[in-house]
């Protein structure tokens, strides 16, 4: 009988309370159920980003998990569920996909739940691995940049802190865009964020690049504090755009430098997805994973995170 059952059941790593990295049990749960239009992936791969620890400390304030919560939003594996009564579907059982979930899934286990609107087909020489990343950063790179930014060819953006997760995806998205790429980085990354593409890549450990740079038309804030109040300055004379993913920019410094500022929050889009996913298969963009762990070491993944 227990081993008849275990086939509705799966390996998770949940949080039952908030707090640090080690509110996570590595448990046995009832394997999710698609419902109509959605989709059960097995997951081969799933992305850990800033964003989850905040969720993890019960400090973000877009999302609350409600406990005990199976969190985590990046996503690649293989559909081999689809919900609901049958008639036509965007995937069919087999199918390599990746993606970003809404924030009432979670990845962090054997198995997740995605609706069409969450996930793409996975390109073939595009690694589960580096599927499994793409996801929160890469979206949130594309949209700062072109949904929010509107980025075109010939302008100039300022990107700050180039060398993480999303940094590195904006830089690579920017040139290939068409635009000249400023970047600020810390010393030991100079050369690798060089590499990305940049144009020109700032030393924030060592210069202030309000003196360095100016005419800007985008700045990308990743950084929040007092780079994005020094960031005012940098922008063109007027019609300069500030995004940031961390904090509300000031209206006051908006209006005073005739710029616009706005936070934005990632949402899910497999139209964009798609259109990333053929960039990095194309060679165009890389991916870049610092560390990998197994799922039963998700504890030691925030810690090192």
């Given amino acids: 009988m227990a081993r008849w059952l275990s086939v509705y059941l799966m390996k998770a790593a949940r949080m039952h309370k908030t707090g640090g990295p080690g509110v996570f049990k590595y448990e046995e749960v009832p394997i999710p159920k698609a419902r109509q239009g959605e989709f059960l992936v097995e997951v081969h791969s799933a ?57 009432d899934r979670g990845a962090y286990a054997e198995f997740a739940v995605a609706s069409a609107r969450e996930i793409a087909r996975r390109p073939k020489n595009v690694s589960e691995r580096d599927a499994g990343a793409i996801g929160v950063a890469a979206l949130t790179a594309w949209q700062c940049l072109f949904d929010h930014g509107l980025l075109k060819k010939g302008q100039r953006v300022l990107i700050h802190g180039a060398a993480g997760g999303v940094g590195h995806f904006a830089v690579q998205f920017a040139k290939y865009a068409g635009a000249t790429v400023i970047a600020t980085a810390s010393t030991r990354d100079l050369k690798w964020v060089k590499g990305l593409g940049a144009d020109e890549v700032i030393d924030f450990e060592e210069q202030k690049f309000e003196e360095h740079t100016g005419n800007i038309d985008l700045v990308l804030d990743l950084i929040s504090g007092e780079t994005q109040d020094r960031s005012w300055q940098v922008l063109k004379e007027s019609g300069g755009m500030l995004v940031s993913t961390l904090s509300e920019p000031s209206k006051v410094q908006a209006k005073r430098h005739q710029a616009k500022g706005m936070r934005m929050v990632v949402s899910a889009n497999a139209a964009q997805l798609k259109k990333i996913a053929a960039l990095i298969a194309t060679g165009r963009v890389n991916v870049s994973i610092e560390k990998a762990f197994p799922l039963e070491k998700v504890t030691a993944a925030h810690q090192y995170l």
């Fill in 47 to 103: 992305g850990l980003n800033p964003v989850d620890t905040k969720i993890r400390q019960g400090k973000f304030k877009f999302f609350k998990a409600h406990l005990p919560a199976t969190i985590g939003r990046d996503i690649a594996g293989v559909v081999r569920g689809i919900g609901g009564k049958g008639g036509k579907s965007a995937f069919k059982i087999g199918d390599q996909v990746f993606g970003m979930l809404d924030y």
